[in-house]
C-alpha cells in the first residue's frame, strides 16, 4: 500500500513562492513516476508536472513552465514542487499522485493509482 502525504500549501500574494512536499511511504518509492495535480473552484484536475523514478524524465503543463519545478529525493522518499511567481490562477487543491506510466502518458489523471490527500494553495493580495 502507498500512502502519500502533502504539505507546504497557503496563502501567497501574487508573485510569491510555495514549495509543496510529498512524502511517501512505500517499499520500493524509486519505482514509482511521482505526479502533482490541481483542482480549481469549479473546475476539474488537471495535471500540473510529473518526474520518473529516476528523475530522467520531467513533463510539465504549459501554464506552470517556466514558474514550477518538480524534483524528487529517492533517498528520502520525497518529491517536491516548487513554485514562484505564482498567479491567482494558481489557487487550487495541489494532489501528489504515485503511478507507472509511459513517458507519453505521464500527464494523464489515468495513469495514476495513489493519490494524497491534497494540500491547499491561495493566490490572493
Known amino acids: 500500500q502507498v500512502l502519500l502525504v502533502e504539505s507546504g500549501g497557503g496563502l501567497v500574494q501574487p508573485g510569491g513562492s510555495l514549495r509543496l512536499t510529498c512524502s511517501a511511504s512505500?517499499?520500493?518509492?524509486?519505482?514509482?513516476?511521482l505526479a502533482w495535480f490541481r483542482r480549481a473552484p469549479g473546475k476539474e484536475r488537471e495535471f500540473v508536472a510529473a518526474?520518473?523514478?529516476?528523475?530522467?524524465?520531467?513533463v510539465q503543463a504549459d501554464s506552470v513552465k517556466g514558474r514550477f519545478t518538480i524534483s524528487r529525493d529517492n533517498a528520502k522518499k520525497t518529491v517536491y514542487l516548487q513554485m514562484n511567481s505564482l498567479k491567482p490562477e494558481d489557487t487550487a487543491v495541489y494532489y501528489c499522485?504515485?503511478?507507472?506510466?509511459?513517458?507519453?502518458?505521464?500527464?494523464?489523471?489515468?495513469?495514476?493509482?495513489?493519490w494524497g490527500q491534497g494540500t491547499q494553495v491561495t493566490v490572493s493580495s
Open positions: 518526474v520518473t523514478g529516476s528523475g530522467g524524465d520531467i
Open positions: 499522485s504515485a503511478g507507472m506510466p509511459t513517458v507519453q502518458t505521464m500527464g494523464r489523471m489515468t495513469s495514476y493509482i495513489h
Open positions: 512505500v517499499r520500493s518509492f524509486s519505482v514509482y513516476t
